[in-house]
């Protein structure tokens, strides 16, 4: 993307972010969620049109924290992950819901989109279209606080939620008895700009 038109997006992006902003709820998941739905207006996601919850369920969340925005409805029917994938999904909505923090009905979306998420193609924060990882890390604290505290190392999400998922399963594909004597660290725990 040229700079000029990267630049262009960047701002339509901030736009949107703060005119979110100046509807939030109060809720601890507003700010993620602004720059979640910000980015994602200027293609800087790689979430689906409900970003993985059903048409209604998006309306809802998004209410919940910006009443009176008028979001851009979202277009596809109930929640738009199929084929080959979509148990993968289910599997990743499980072991999230499982670790909820308890505090608000939108860790229950935030499940199921993040799960949708890990579908992408990049590191997880820009597949959600966070605007750094520490916009995740703090998502997962404050949603998953007991999935996120085994997170020791500080391993990438998504390598990492995977990792449990193979862990809840018996299922070890790793070549090396540890991470720290892992050829492959630093894929895992390397930085992610």
């Known amino acids: 993307m040229p700079a000029s038109a990267l630049a262009e997006t960047t701002v339509h992006r901030q736009v949107c972010y703060v005119s979110l902003m100046s509807h939030a709820s109060g809720q601890g998941n507003d700010d993620a969620l602004a720059r979640m739905y910000a980015s994602w207006m200027v293609g800087r996601s790689a979430l689906p049109a409900a970003w993985g919850v059903s048409a209604a369920e998006f309306a809802a969340l998004m209410n919940y924290h910006f009443p009176g925005y008028q979001c851009m409805p979202a277009s596809q029917p109930e929640d738009g992950v199929g084929g080959e994938r979509k148990d ?26 993040v799960a949708t998420a890990c579908l992408g193609s990049d590191h997880l924060w820009q597949d959600l279209g966070l ?14 606080p007991a999935l996120a505290e085994k997170n020791v190392h500080n391993m990438k999400w998504k390598k990492f939620l995977y990792k449990q998922l193979c ?16 050829a ?10």
């Open 131 to 144: 605007w750094c990882r520490d916009d995740l890390s703090s998502l997962m604290q404050r949603n998953f």
């Open 88 to 113: 993968e999904v289910t599997d990743l909505q499980k072991l999230m819901s499982s670790h909820r923090a308890g505090v608000s009905p939108s860790e229950r979306w935030l499940a199921s989109i």
């Open 184 to 193: 492959d660290y630093r894929d895992c725990f390397g930085p992610e700009d």
């Open 167 to 182: 862990i809840a399963e018996g299922v070890y594909v790793c070549r090396s008895p540890s991470c720290e004597t892992c």
